[in-house]
């Protein structure tokens, strides 16, 4: 998280995920969402939030979730049918679930297949918003596999040269297991920001950066803005003299996958609000030795932390490493939220009757 997206001092409290997490729970349960799922909601948005992922956690997601629940635009009791089937492939309609619930289903589904196969793939259709896409990449690591999620979103990012949205920001996750290291977590939107931290920008009163916002006529916005509403986002690259034509194929490859795959249409063809998804999970003993395997991702990582940095800088990363280390600090000192943000979950607490200790 960059910092001008970090919650300052005076407007921060610290919640234990033990106090974050029931709470969480009881909202979902009273939006008619059955245990097992409120269950399940809870553990990606409270993840996500562990792993310093602020903008798809409690603080900008819960509330648009119950919001939709209570508008009828969420099922709360999906019934998720197999649309398609292969030994290595299936095609899922999710019946307008959340996907932050049906995806990692989805991702059950696809590791089964990998235990058979090697590889199992779900395309979902059908679908709505599925939270931090790393969560779901992550689910096969348990079992040394190899996690990837991608989303194909609701467009608001112009193509290269364009001037009104036809992508979505169009996420793409991969994680791979290791043996001593924290696993690998890549985790990043194909525009140059997700659509959620313009909305952290507004809350917080801050300007977006050059090069992350189109003007309403398609131009590259090259100097310091504040959060427009509505707003259009660049692809990653910005321009073409930076690369943007490589963000924009990178979302029309999400969207292949995702959207056209499950016939479920791409970003700019599906309604607003709708969502298709794709997971695989590779069975890394298919392809090599897991121990082996892990012991080179160890290998490999910690010769990349081990560049010698460049001036102005302590350090080399690698993907998920700030997210590892934002988890073992949260955990032992509560989860940052904004005033405002406690201020609604005092609300809806005592609007749906719920108990909460924090």
């Known amino acids: 998280m960059l910092d001008r997206f970090k919650i300052k001092q005076q407007d921060t409290v610290r919640v234990e995920e033990a106090a974050l997490r029931p709470t969480v729970e009881a909202i979902f349960r009273k939006v008619s969402?059955?245990?097992?799922?409120?269950?399940?909601?809870?553990?990606?948005?409270?993840?996500?939030?562990?792993?310093?992922?602020?903008?798809?956690?409690?603080?900008?997601?819960?509330?648009?979730?119950?919001?939709?629940?209570?508008?009828g635009a969420l099922n709360p009791n999906p019934n998720i049918r197999v649309l398609r089937e292969s030994p290595s492939a299936t095609t899922v309609d999710s019946d307008n679930g959340l996907g932050i619930i049906t995806t990692p289903k989805a991702m059950e589904i696809a590791i089964a297949k990998a235990h058979n196969t090697g590889v199992g793939m779900v395309t979902?259709?059908?679908?709505?918003?599925?939270?931090?896409?790393?969560?779901?990449?992550?689910?096969?690591?348990?079992?040394?596999?190899?996690?990837?999620?991608?989303?194909?979103?609701?467009?608001?990012?112009?193509?290269?040269?364009?001037?009104?949205?036809?992508?979505?920001?169009?996420?793409?996750?991969?994680?791979?297991?290791?043996d001593k290291e924290p696993p690998f977590v890549f985790d990043a939107a194909t525009s140059v920001i997700p659509d959620n931290k313009v909305?952290?920008?507004?809350?917080?009163?801050?300007?977006?950066?050059?090069?992350?916002?189109?003007?309403?006529?398609?131009?590259?916005?090259?100097?310091?803005?504040?959060?427009?509403?509505?707003?259009?986002?660049?692809?990653?690259?910005?321009?073409?003299?930076?690369?943007?034509?490589?963000?924009?194929?990178?979302?029309?490859?999400?969207?292949?996958?995702?959207?056209?795959?499950?016939?479920?249409?791409?970003?700019?063809?599906?309604?607003?609000?709708?969502?298709?998804?794709?997971?695989?999970?590779?069975?890394?003993?298919?392809?090599?030795?897991?121990?082996?395997?892990?012991?080179?991702?160890?290998?490999?990582?910690?010769?990349?932390?081990?560049?010698?940095?460049?001036?102005?800088?302590?350090?080399v990363l690698v993907a998920g490493q700030l997210a590892w280390e934002a988890e073992q600090e949260r955990r032992q000192n509560g989860i940052p939220l904004h005033r405002e943000v406690v201020d609604w979950f005092n609300g809806i607490c005592d609007e749906l009757d719920i108990a909460k200790d924090f």
Not at 216 to 244: F, N, Y
Not at 254 to 268: E, K, N, R, Y
């Open 124 to 178: 979902i259709t059908n679908d709505k918003h599925l939270g931090m896409a790393a969560y779901h990449a992550m689910i096969p690591l348990r079992q040394d596999m190899i996690g990837v999620c991608m989303t194909s979103c609701p467009p608001t990012v112009v193509p290269t040269f364009g001037s009104i949205p036809r992508l979505g920001t169009n996420p793409i996750a991969l994680a791979a297991p290791a």
């Open 199 to 315: 909305h952290i920008a507004r809350r917080l009163g801050v300007d977006l950066l050059p090069g992350w916002l189109a003007d309403d006529d398609g131009r590259p916005v090259m100097e310091p803005t504040p959060a427009p509403s509505p707003h259009r986002l660049l692809p990653l690259g910005s321009v073409r003299e930076t690369g943007s034509h490589k963000g924009y194929s990178l979302a029309c490859i999400v969207d292949i996958l995702c959207g056209v795959l499950s016939l479920s249409g791409f970003g700019a063809g599906r309604g607003r609000g709708a969502f298709a998804h794709f997971v695989v999970a590779f069975d890394v003993k298919a392809f090599a030795d897991a121990s082996e395997f892990k012991a080179m991702m160890d290998d490999y990582m910690r010769t990349l932390k081990a560049t010698p940095p460049a001036p102005g800088h302590d350090r």
């Open 33 to 71: 969402v059955p245990d097992d799922d409120a269950r399940i909601a809870a553990d990606v948005l409270v993840s996500a939030d562990l792993r310093g992922v602020d903008t798809h956690g409690v603080s900008n997601l819960l509330r648009q979730y119950v919001q939709r629940y209570r508008e």
